[in-house]
């Protein structure tokens, strides 16, 4: 029962909710560029529109705010506009070839529980699940500790656990106790992320060169090489 | 924008759009279960007994994603490619098979290489509804030796569902996935009412 004192649960929370954090820039030598998203017409472009020959600068940008809102408000986009958030940028001179618009996305669901007692949600792993006697096993909220249970009919004393050798009566007054289930509900929950990869190829000698930055949603860098 | 993705199961007799729910995605949220009936959700109802020996299948699940993503008639992303799925890599206390249950994989290569399986492949899952679920492994069109069904030894490895790009298509509105066929089992000394905790994770590579 000491641990019970110490654990404290992890409540889910639902901030991966799959929302665009950076758009991307072509810059071009003419000293044009091609955005994701036109700020005035909101019009979006692909990669593919990306004219390779006078690429010169490739970037991540963060959502500035205004365009962030007319996106979401005007074309249901999901975004978020983050100004915290660092931008990255890659020069590409000749040889080099951009690896831009790319990234890694994940779609993670897991099943949680809810209390019907305090109606707060648990990962399953963090709600016991034991045997109250009488091969009854209940669930048991870590934060309220609802869980079914034995109760008296006469006097109303309450049994979180009653043992065969009590011979189902209540120990206070004798009468045979019964039992009240506390029905917890299972549901999953869906949280959505990505990896952001910008980054450069070139061949060198006959190899192909890859050097990327892949960026995760709290602007942290980690540089790979292939 | 980029692409919309949802996650899907497919039911009933055909592939068909009709017969497609949509469990997660913008604006989606179903909880799909393990369940012995032919249903995307079907709540509390026809849940898996537990055996008095061995195991007890579900029915199968056809999960996939469907990327769409149009914007004025044409699509807003570039290709998608490298679709893999993997768990938490402890499915029903796969470490204690006897005891409790593991799920199965469709596995569409024979060789462990890529678990998808073509939208042209797909069949109705079957048993006895309310009681138990068919087993993928002895399921007449797919238990032949190039397209058999397999335990997964270590779940917490990613499983490549479709290594191909797959490139928008303006003509259907939408492109799939490869989907992912799978069953949970229970075994003799499962708890009632015990889900477990379980993580199911996708993961695509998108070019916007």
């Not at chain 1, 990962?123 to 008296?152: D, L, M, R, Y």
């Not at chain 1, 006097?155 to 019964?178: E, S």
């Not at chain 2, 909880?31 to 849940?47: E, L, V």
């Amino acid at each position: 029962m000491q641990d019970d004192k110490v654990f404290k649960p992890q409540l889910i929370s639902n901030k991966k909710d799959g929302a665009w954090l950076w758009m991307w820039m072509a810059h071009y030598s003419d000293g044009t560029s091609l955005p994701q998203y036109d700020p005035y017409t909101l019009k979006t472009h692909t990669f593919r529109e990306v004219n390779q020959d006078k690429l010169i600068k490739f970037g991540l940008y963060p959502f500035p705010p205004t365009l962030a809102r007319r996106l979401v408000e005007e074309k249901g986009i999901n975004v978020r506009s983050n100004i915290f958030l660092p931008r990255y940028e890659v020069n590409i001179k000749e040889g080099m070839r951009v690896i831009g618009a790319l990234t890694t996305n994940f779609s993670r669901t897991t099943t949680y529980i809810i209390c019907p007692s305090c109606n707060r949600k648990f990962k399953s792993s963090q709600v016991k699940f034991s045997n109250i006697g009488g091969n009854v096993k209940t669930h048991i909220c870590p934060e309220c500790g609802a869980q079914s249970h034995w109760f008296c009919k006469k006097c109303g004393k309450i049994y979180k656990h009653i043992n065969k050798t009590d011979n189902w009566k209540c120990t206070k007054c004798g009468t045979r106790v019964a039992g009240n289930r506390v029905q917890f509900q299972t549901d999953s929950l869906e949280e959505r992320w990505r990896i952001y990869k910008l980054g450069y190829q070139e061949t060198i000698k006959g190899v192909n060169h890859k050097t990327i930055m892949e960026i995760s949603e709290n602007g942290d860098v980690e540089m790979k090489y292939k | 924008m980029a692409a919309d993705v949802y996650v899907c199961e497919m039911n009933g007799a055909s592939w068909a759009l009709g017969n497609q729910t949509k469990l997660s995605g913008a604006g989606v949220s179903v909880t799909a279960r393990y369940c012995t009936m032919d249903s995307a959700a079907p709540g509390d109802a026809n849940p898996i007994p537990i055996p008095t020996e061995a195991y007890n299948p579900s029915y199968w699940k056809n999960h996939y994603l469907l990327f769409s993503g149009s914007n004025g008639g044409s699509y807003d992303f570039t290709y998608v490619s490298s679709i893999r799925w993997y768990c938490d890599g402890d499915l029903f206390g796969w470490n204690d098979l006897k005891t409790s249950g593991m799920v199965l994989l469709m596995d569409a290569s024979g060789d462990g290489s890529a678990y998808g399986v073509t939208s042209g492949n797909y069949d109705q899952a079957t048993g006895a509804q309310g009681t138990s679920g068919a087993k993928i492994g002895e399921h007449s069109a797919w238990n032949s030796a190039s397209s058999q069904a397999s335990g997964i030894n270590s779940l917490g490895n990613a499983i490549t569902v479709d290594e191909r790009k797959i490139e928008p298509n303006d003509t259907a509105g939408f492109v799939w996935s490869k989907h992912l066929v799978h069953q949970a089992w229970v075994g003799v000394d499962a708890a009632s009412g015990n889900p477990g905790t379980e993580t199911y994770t996708w993961v695509w590579d998108e070019v916007s």
